[in-house]
Nanobody
């Protein structure tokens, strides 16, 4: 079992930056990812990182703007979001899975989510 708790969401303006944090607990060794779900849209994986933090991956929609960072020493994973646009508005979820990748079905455990709203 893995428990995931997200924090750091909020209301920002377009062009601003925001940093989300996820605190996993329980079993280790999982790939961790950030996913988001906008109103009326399917949930999508936007970034993920392997257990050792050596292979981050990103969705095309956030590549170059978002950065995922894993701190195994403090058992945290972060999503640095820069140059935010209104289309980034969504509930952001932390997820854990064995295989990882950009498909939501690869993840077994999910947090409760943190809301990010980007105003224009």
């Amino acid at each position: 079992q893995v428990q995931l708790v997200e924090s750091g969401g909020g209301l920002v303006q377009a062009g601003d930056s925001l940093r989300l944090a996820c605190a996993p607990s329980g079993r280790t060794g999982y790939t961790l990812a950030w996913s988001r779900q906008a109103p009326g849209k399917e949930r999508e994986i936007v970034a993920g990182i392997s257990w050792y933090g050596t292979r981050p991956f990103y969705a095309d929609s956030v590549k170059g703007r978002f950065a995922i960072e894993r701190d195994n020493r403090n058992n945290m994973v972060y999503l640095q979001m820069n140059h935010l646009v209104p289309e980034d508005t969504a509930v952001y979820y932390c997820a854990a899975g064995i295989s990882g990748g950009l498909v939501t079905t690869a993840y077994t455990y999910w947090g409760q989510g943190t809301r990010v709203t980007v105003s224009s």
